[in-house]
């Protein structure tokens, strides 16, 4: 998934699984299918709802219930391991009716068969939802889920140290590179740029901004584009922002997120890729940094666009549920803006619509100065390809493998990505 997103905060310690009544009884109503919104509806939330925003989802849960007399809402909160619960769910045919899902599983699930559609023609939520978002509910033209939240990432920078050395934010990657040279020239013993080697969200979407494509879609049949002349340069520029240019500690090349925000937290990092999550990581380990951090949207490659990846969540109905009524009642009960909003503030993400989006970025907690880069970058965003079987790319490791080979001098990026391109089209059917 999600990055899934890889966008896991703090609040996701509650890894065992829950199973909560929202009104708390035990034995709940019968269910019905005669469309009437009456009942009992189980109601699954992954990741990233954790401790913290649970109270939150309970009583969104309870006001439902008041608002909709004879219904009755079944929570089960579940850990990291959701996906996992999710297949074997799915397997087993014990299915919820209502599922937060990570956004990269919605086709994965809808190529099972799973999901209940939501719109024939994606195309109707436009205006509605950020179109990354939409995107990511998608497989075979039809919609299968409803965005939810979604996570973005932007450039994080020592503001002080930029000031002190003349710099202005960087909006090209061309000027990252020339900032976190002399940030580091400047400073001893600060790397100019926190290199992620080991996620691949933090870089996987320079392709984008070199022109290029991840994969494409011809005739219903996908092929990987890896192996193009831009996605070659992207990595190839990012590879030597570590082995040419020496911007960061040697060890980055095995880094998640979560070390560079150390890092950046201890003062020996300048700059870096970083979600809302990253930044609240760094705040958490040094609050008194916060005066000299900025966050500014993502740079602009040779392709002429900033696009990152949108990470997030999608409310689905599972194709099992037997109350489907209640379901969709729910669902969009948990979309309105004023129930979306508190769930997104708590975990730290955007909530997918626009309206809810726009509020955010304007008087919400997106409006402050640390966090608006967030909010206009969500626009700039895209998902990965409509694929149901994209998983078995993640589960490879093949994109991080292919950016290691390259920045330990193992493979030259022409190989790597010839390589990468190979596996790819191996996992989403292709030869």
Not at 299 to 310: E, L, Q, R, Y
Not at 401 to 412: C, L, R, V, W
């Amino acid at each position: 998934m999600q990055d899934r997103w890889r966008i896991l905060t703090a609040t996701s310690a509650a890894a065992s699984l829950l199973l909560l009544s929202a009104c708390g009884e035990d034995t709940p109503a019968p269910a019905t299918g005669s469309g009437e919104v009456t009942g009992a509806i189980d109601v699954w939330m992954g990741d990233p709802i954790g401790a913290t925003q649970q109270p939150v989802v309970i009583q969104l849960a309870k006001d439902y219930e008041t608002a909709h007399p004879g219904t009755k809402v079944n929570l089960r909160f579940l850990g990291a391991d959701a996906h996992k619960t999710y297949l074997t769910s799915i397997a087993g045919g014990t299915v919820p009716c209502v599922a937060l899902i990570g956004n990269t599983w919605s086709p994965e699930f809808a190529g099972l068969q799973a999901l209940e559609p939501i719109a024939q023609d994606p195309a109707s939520m436009q205006g509605t939802y950020t179109q990354s978002m939409i995107d990511s509910t998608v497989l075979d033209g039809v919609s299968y889920a409803v965005p939810y939240d979604t996570g973005v990432r932007a450039l994080i920078y020592r503001k002080d140290l930029f000031d002190k050395a003349g710099l202005a934010a960087p909006k090209t990657w061309d000027e990252v590179l020339t900032s976190a040279t002399a940030v580091q020239k400047a400073n001893e013993g600060v790397s100019g740029f926190g290199i992620v080697g080991g996620n691949q969200w933090y870089w996987l979407p320079m392709i984008w901004n070199w022109g290029g494509e991840i994969a494409t879609n011809t005739g219903g049949a996908w092929t990987a584009k890896v192996n193009s002349p831009e996605a070659i340069a992207a990595f190839t520029f990012y590879a030597d922002l570590l082995t040419k240019h020496k911007l960061s500690p040697e060890g980055a090349v095995t880094w998640q997120g979560a070390d560079a925000a150390k890092a950046f937290a201890l003062g020996q990092v300048g700059m870096m890729v970083g979600g809302s999550w990253d930044l609240k990581t760094i705040l958490a380990q040094n609050p008194g940094m916060e005066a000299q951090l900025a966050t500014t949207p993502m740079p602009s490659g040779p392709g002429g666009n900033n696009d990152t990846f949108a990470g997030g969540s999608n409310l689905a109905i599972f194709k099992g549920c037997t109350n489907k009524a209640t379901a969709k009642s729910f669902v969009d009960f948990m979309m309105k803006t004023d129930n979306l909003v508190p769930v997104t503030t708590k975990i730290g993400l955007l909530p997918a619509t626009t309206d809810a989006l726009e509020k955010e970025r304007t008087t919400g907690s997106f409006s402050a100065p640390l966090l608006k880069a967030y909010a206009e970058q969500a626009p700039n965003t895209r998902s990965i390809p409509a694929v149901s079987t994209w998983g078995k790319v993640e589960g490879t490791g093949a994109i991080v493998n292919a950016m290691q080979s390259i920045m330990n001098g193992q493979k030259t990026a022409e190989a790597a990505m010839q390589e990468l391109a190979g596996q790819i089209d191996a996992a989403i059917g292709q030869q």
